[in-house]
């Protein structure tokens, strides 16, 4: 029984403590300042852009949809990157902001069992009208949690600029 506690509550600590990681790498990189964040972001009824890419793995895609869903309450839809340049799009002042990875890398690394990766991804919000992109600065392992943190983000921007 002993043995059991010391494996099973040093790995519940490193859970709980991932989700707090995010949490505090989301308030210190997505904010306006970080230059995460565009400062107008929400105003005048903008809908949010999520870019699920054609080229994007199955947990991208599976991802997006659901972290938009739990921590984004203003209005969005999920398209192809193809997408955007086509009529359904073309008001940038209704469609202003897509959120996009902006790139992926896969870190190799050795394991006790062989050779492994790791899946990094940047995320960034590109204002149409400005033609300016606001990146986020770091790109944690757990990139769908953080995922989840921008669009939290996001939204708690929008409801301060009134959308």
């Not at 992109?133 to 669009?151: D, E, H």
Request: glycine content about 6%; some cysteine.
């Amino acid at each position: 029984m002993k043995k059991f506690a010391y494996t099973i509550i040093p790995l519940f600590l490193l859970c709980m403590s991932c989700g707090l990681g995010i949490n505090s790498a989301a308030n210190k990189y997505l904010t306006v300042e970080q230059g995460a964040i565009p400062p107008e972001f929400g105003k005048d009824g903008t809908v949010l852009l999520l870019i699920e890419d054609a080229d994007s793995n199955l947990w991208y895609k599976k991802y997006v949809n659901k972290r938009a869903k739990e921590s984004y309450t203003g209005p969005y839809k999920i398209i192809l990157y193809d997408e955007l340049e086509t009529m359904a799009y073309s008001d940038k002042e209704k469609y202003r902001y897509v959120f996009l990875s902006d790139n992926t890398a896969d870190i190799q690394h050795l394991t006790k069992t062989g050779q492994s990766s790791s899946e990094w991804k940047y995320f960034l919000v590109y204002d149409r009208v400005t033609e300016k992109q606001y990146k986020s600065k770091t790109a944690p392992i757990s990139w769908n949690k953080f995922m989840g943190a921008y669009f939290k983000k996001l939204d708690e921007k929008r409801m301060a600029n009134g959308g």
